[in-house]
């Protein structure tokens, strides 16, 4: 599995154009987008955890950990998440020819407890040896209430 987090100090470098907006809805719930551009530089077939000899397809497994808002999760507040909308798409690739470059799936964790993080699992796929996904963009929408610790 690729993990690329915010809160790990050797792959933050790689989050790029991160913004977040945070509005308290008045019912208290809060509604946090989060989005960005994260570098990958995932290459086809050598780096692959899977790799199929039929289809020429090397996939993996992606874990990105985004921060929740600082003002959000000061003084000890969680988000009892209720709601979550992943979206990642492809930003930016490289190659050669007979190529392809693939989000094939995302996901956020269900009603969980957040503390700092939000994890979002996708499966990123690379056509052909040599081919580079080198960036993805995320935007995550989501709703929950806040707990305090």
């Known amino acids: 599995m690729l993990h690329v987090s915010q809160l790990d100090c050797g792959s933050a470098e790689r989050f790029n154009s991160a913004h977040m907006v945070h509005v308290p809805l008045g019912d208290g719930r809060h509604l946090i987008t989060l989005s960005g551009i994260v570098t990958l530089d995932y ?15 090397a996939e993996e497994e992606l874990q990105l950990d985004l921060l929740l808002p600082p003002e959000f999760v000061a003084g000890g507040q969680r988000l009892r998440l209720e709601q979550c909308a992943p979206l990642l798409t492809i930003n930016a690739i490289g190659g050669v020819s007979t190529v392809g470059w693939a989000v094939n799936a995302c996901q956020g964790p269900g009603p969980i407890e957040l503390s700092e993080i939000l994890p979002i699992r996708a499966e990123i796929g690379v ?23």
Request: hydrophobic letters at 30%.
């Open 127 to 149: 056509f052909n040896t040599g081919e580079v996904l080198h960036a993805i963009g995320y935007h995550v929408t989501l709703t929950g209430h806040s707990v305090t610790h």
């Open 43 to 57: 290459k086809s077939a050598h780096q692959a955890q899977r790799h199929s000899q039929t289809s020429g397809w």
